[in-house]
């Protein structure tokens, strides 16, 4: 039979899949495809070199699958390779989550390899993905409704931490190697389970559409696996730097993109652009559906729209500007009167200063991120938290108080930037609106001895100066 082995092997190099000298984790339940890695993957090992370390899950589904774990545990004493073996309540979970099984095994089967490989020091988890797993996930996907993303089906490597070493090999010519070598796998029955989609799909819709459409359908699903694959990596490598373009602001809560930037973007583009976006503001792969797409797309283009994406995620389009964001947790921060203070909001901080009026030249500042106090008349204790509903202060050059509230709407601050605009708080008393607005509170005057000087930099400082900000 044809050098798997060597197959094998050259597939890992040209995808960089395995750095010499480096630790692999092997994913192996015990069937075909995983003891077949295994067994490739330690006879290629010496001369790379890189060392094996074998993982396996015992996942509680099947009245068999201690058996499995023994006969893991069997192949890995016999290879004197190291083996870690852990147990999992899969239904439980399942249940507890409100999760299919399926969903609820493979997530906690990813978090057991993760775990893992932590634990040995291993920079990459082997798993046992073939062609046909491939074949099945393209027209799964396909079925379902997919973008080219999801028609490139299952990539060599994903997170610089998987990777998929059989990825063109058949399932066929694995049970060809097994019995070359006349090696020993489990049989997992719940893999002809056809109350299973993915079931349904290997033993029931692809041999009923290779008899009777497509005889050489696994070879032409492949085919475009791997053209989609090419043009996707064409396309987010465009959508990468059109957001780049598009992007007035980011942080790790908040994205602001120039709408007319991202007009300028052929529509593909532009839902490229918007999903990039998303994941930028760290939202799980799973809430970025085509509806969500589409909702952010069809409030792109109004000249004023506000939407909910879910419980803690918002989309603002006003002024030329499209905002995503998500809430900044509350915070109430002591100030130093010496020195920097960090606080959570748009990587920002303080910096604090103390000096005798006579020490230099009274200079006023010419803009709002730097503020001269009289120290002596400055509250102990000075604090910094978000703007709140109802809160007022005195602003500088203005009688009497005005709703902090009604500053932002004067200044023309986008509505949902106004929650997180910092305050300095002290003995009850508003301060200064960070970045905006002073109040009148301690001026330094002719009489002041000593000054406080306070700095305010960050992200909140670069966004809100921005010209399309204002």
């Known amino acids: ?29 015990g069937g075909a495809d995983s003891i077949s890695l295994l067994h490739i993957l330690d006879g290629i090992k010496a001369e790379w070199p890189f060392a094996l370390h074998i993982a396996h899950l015992n996942h509680q589904l099947r009245p068999n699958a201690q058996q499995d774990a023994e006969f893991v545990a069997d192949i890995a004493h016999k290879l004197k390779v190291p083996v870690t073996i852990d147990t999992s309540d899969i239904l439980e979970r399942a249940k507890t989550e409100k999760r299919s099984i399926e969903d609820a095994a493979r997530q906690s089967r990813r978090a057991f390899l993760r775990h893992t490989a932590e634990n040995i020091g291993a920079s990459r988890v082997a798993l046992g993905h073939t062609q046909s797993d491939q074949v099945e996930t393209i027209l799964f996907r396909l079925l379902r409704g997919t973008s080219t993303t999801g028609l490139a089906g299952i990539r060599p490597i994903t997170d610089n931490f998987w990777i998929r070493p059989l990825l063109e090999t058949t399932r066929l010519q694995v049970e060809s190697y097994t019995k070359h070598h006349q090696l020993s796998y489990c049989t997992d029955e719940t893999n002809k389970d056809t109350r299973f989609a993915r079931n349904k799909i290997r033993h029931q819709l692809l041999p009923h559409l290779k008899a009777h459409f497509a005889p050489q359908i696994e070879g032409a699903l492949t085919r475009l696996g791997r053209i989609a694959k090419d043009e996707d990596a064409y396309l987010e490598n465009l959508s990468r730097k059109a957001l780049q373009k598009a992007t007035l602001y980011s942080a790790n809560r908040k994205i602001i993109l120039d709408v007319k930037r991202i007009f300028g973007y052929h529509i593909s583009l532009q839902r490229r652009l918007i999903k990039k976006a998303l994941f930028g503001l760290d939202i799980g792969e799973n809430a970025v559906t085509f509806e969500v797409i589409d909702r952010l797309q069809n409030c792109l283009n109004q000249t004023q729209a506000h939407v909910e994406i879910s419980g803690d995620v918002s989309a603002l389009r006003t002024q030329g500007l499209f905002i995503l964001s998500r809430p900044c947790p509350p915070f109430n921060v002591p100030i130093h009167l010496s020195g920097k203070t960090s606080f959570p909001i748009q990587n920002a901080q303080i910096i604090a200063k103390q000096y005798a009026s006579t020490q230099a030249p009274l200079i006023i500042p010419g803009d709002a991120y730097t503020v001269l106090f009289d120290a002596e008349q400055m509250p102990k204790s000075l604090h910094i938290r978000q703007m709140r509903s109802g809160d007022r202060f005195c602003p500088f050059g203005i009688d009497g108080t005005q709703k902090v509230s009604k500053l932002l709407r004067n200044l023309k601050i986008p509505r949902n930037l106004r929650g997180e605009i910092p305050v300095l708080v002290g003995d009850n008393q508003i301060l200064w609106v960070l970045g905006l607005r002073r109040s009148t509170f301690a001026p330094v005057t002719s009489k002041t001895k000593q000054i406080l000087q306070l700095i305010f930099e960050g992200g909140w400082q670069r966004m809100i100066t921005h010209p399309e900000m204002r």
């Open 1 to 29: 039979m044809p050098d798997l082995s060597k197959d094998i092997k050259a597939y890992t190099q040209q995808n960089g899949l395995i750095a010499p000298h480096s630790v692999v984790l092997v994913a192996v339940s």
